[in-house]
C-alpha cells in the first residue's frame, strides 16, 4: 500500500459499477428461485414445480459449487499472466455465459412438480455459480490493486456500497414489480441486460497496474491454502463476515413468504420493503464512512455485527406486536434492520484489502483473489446454509397460514 492516490473520480465509478451487477444477479436468485418453484398456496395462479425439501438440497449444491469455486479460481487468477492482466480476461469472457444461466434459471423443462425439475435447476445454479465466481472473485480483487491509500480504499469501497445498493434496489423493487407485472421470465432477461452492462464498464475503463515480481505467484495451492489460513486477522475476519451472510440470507430467502402470507401483501412489496431496508443503510453510509476514518474499520465493524445480532430476532415477532398491523410491523422491523447492513455493505473489502497488504509483508507475494477466494468459500459456504436452513425451516413448519 501507497501513500499516493492513483485512482480518479471517474475510475472509482467506472470500477464500482461492477457490484452493482454482481449484487443484483446473486439477490435475484437469493429472493426468487425457490418462490418461483415452490410459490405457497395463496398464490393459486403459479405453478409449483418442485417439492420444498428437494429444492432446498438442489439451491445447496449451487452454493456449495460456488463456495468451493472460490479458491480454485482465486488461484488460478493470481497466476495467469495475459496482456488485459491477472483479472479483466475473467471479467470479460465469463460475464455472457453468466448471464444465460440466469435467465435459463425461469424455464424449468415440466410444467409441474417434477424430480426432473430438481436436477434441471441444480445443474443450472451449479453452472451459474461457478460462472458468478469467474467473474465476481477477479472483480474483486481488483479493488486492493487499483486502491492503493487506506483513505482511498474507503471510499472505494463505499462507492461500491452505493452502487450495490442500486442492486439491490432493482432486485428488490423492479424485480418484484416486473414479477407482478410480466412474469419471471422477463425479470430475468431484464436483470441480465443490466448485469452484462454492470460489468462491462469495469472492463472498458480499469487498466491493471503492470505486472511485477509480487505477481510472479509460485506457491502452490496447498501451499496458498495454508499461508491464507494462517493469517490470524483474516480468520477473525472472515468468521464474523460469514455469521453475517448465514443470517442476513436466511431472512432474504423468507422475505417473499414475510410479505405475502404475515404482513398480507402482494408479491411486489416484498421488494418494496426491503426497498425501506437498503433506504436507511444509504443514509448511514456517509455516517459509517466518517466514523470510520475517526475510530477505526474494526471497531465500526464489530458495532454493526453487534447490532444486526441485535435486531434479526425482530423478524419472528412480526404480527405479534399488540400494536400496529403486521404489514407494519414488518415494514418497521425491515427498516430499523437497515441500520447495521449500511456498515456490512461498506467497510468488509477495505478491511479485506489491508489484511492482502499484511499478507504481502509474510510472503512476498499479491494474492488478492486467493483472498477473495478463501472469503467467497467461507461466505457462500454460510449463504449455502442459509438456503438449506430456510427450505428446512419452512418445509418442517409451514409457509402458510393454512
Known amino acids: 500500500m501507497t501513500n499516493k492516490p492513483s485512482l480518479s473520480l471517474f475510475k472509482s465509478l467506472a470500477y464500482s459499477t461492477g457490484n452493482l451487477g454482481s449484487m443484483l444477479i446473486n439477490q435475484i436468485i437469493v429472493m426468487w428461485v425457490i418462490f418461483y418453484y415452490v410459490p405457497p398456496p395463496e398464490e393459486k395462479h403459479l405453478i409449483v414445480y418442485a417439492p420444498m425439501l428437494l429444492l432446498g438440497y438442489a439451491m445447496t449444491f449451487g452454493r456449495v459449487v460456488d463456495a468451493i469455486a472460490d479458491p480454485l479460481v482465486g488461484f488460478w487468477s493470481d497466476r495467469v499472466k495475459t496482456s488485459l492482466g491477472r483479472r479483466i480476461p475473467f471479467i470479460l469472457y465469463g460475464t455472457i455465459p453468466l448471464v444465460l444461466l440466469l435467465i435459463l434459471c425461469w424455464y424449468p423443462p415440466i410444467p409441474h412438480s417434477s424430480i426432473i425439475n430438481v436436477y434441471y435447476i441444480a445443474l443450472i445454479l451449479g453452472l451459474f455459480f461457478l460462472y458468478y465466481t469467474i467473474v465476481v472473485a477477479p472483480y474483486l480483487a481488483l479493488l486492493p490493486e487499483i486502491a492503493t491509500t487506506r483513505e482511498e480504499r474507503l471510499n472505494l469501497v463505499t462507492y461500491q456500497a452505493y452502487f450495490g445498493v442500486i442492486g439491490l434496489f432493482v432486485a428488490f423493487l423492479l424485480s418484484g414489480y416486473l414479477v407482478e407485472h410480466y412474469g419471471f421470465k422477463i425479470m430475468g432477461i431484464i436483470v441480465g441486460i443490466i448485469t452484462l452492462i454492470s460489468f462491462c464498464l469495469p472492463v472498458i475503463f480499469i487498466k491493471e497496474t503492470e505486472h511485477t515480481e509480487a505477481k510472479e505467484v509460485s506457491l502452490s495451492l496447498s501451499q496458498s491454502v495454508f499461508y491464507t489460513l494462517k493469517n490470524k486477522p483474516f480468520l477473525y475476519y472472515v468468521l464474523c463476515l460469514g455469521f453475517f451472510w448465514l ?156
Open 247 to 402: 443470517g442476513f440470507n436466511i431472512i432474504m430467502v423468507a422475505l417473499p413468504y414475510l410479505v405475502v402470507v404475515i404482513m398480507k401483501a402482494s408479491k411486489d412489496w416484498a421488494g418494496y420493503s426491503a426497498g425501506i431496508l437498503l433506504i436507511v443503510a444509504v443514509a448511514f453510509f456517509p455516517v459509517v464512512n466518517l466514523t470510520a476514518k475517526k475510530f477505526g474499520k474494526k471497531i465500526v465493524f464489530l458495532l454493526t455485527i453487534l447490532l444486526l445480532s441485535l435486531f434479526l430476532p425482530l423478524f419472528l415477532t412480526v404480527g405479534r406486536w399488540p400494536i400496529l398491523t403486521p404489514f407494519y410491523q414488518g415494514l418497521i422491523v425491515i427498516g430499523i434492520t437497515g441500520i447495521p447492513i449500511s456498515g456490512l455493505l461498506v467497510l468488509p473489502y477495505a478491511i479485506l484489502s489491508e489484511i492482502i497488504d499484511y499478507d504481502e509483508k509474510n510472503t512476498g507475494f499479491r494474492r488478492e483473489a486467493m483472498y477473495f477466494g478463501m472469503e467467497g468459500l467461507v461466505t457462500k459456504g454460510a449463504i449455502a446454509a442459509s438456503s438449506l436452513v430456510s427450505t428446512q425451516v419452512l418445509y418442517h413448519f409451514g409457509f402458510s397460514t393454512e
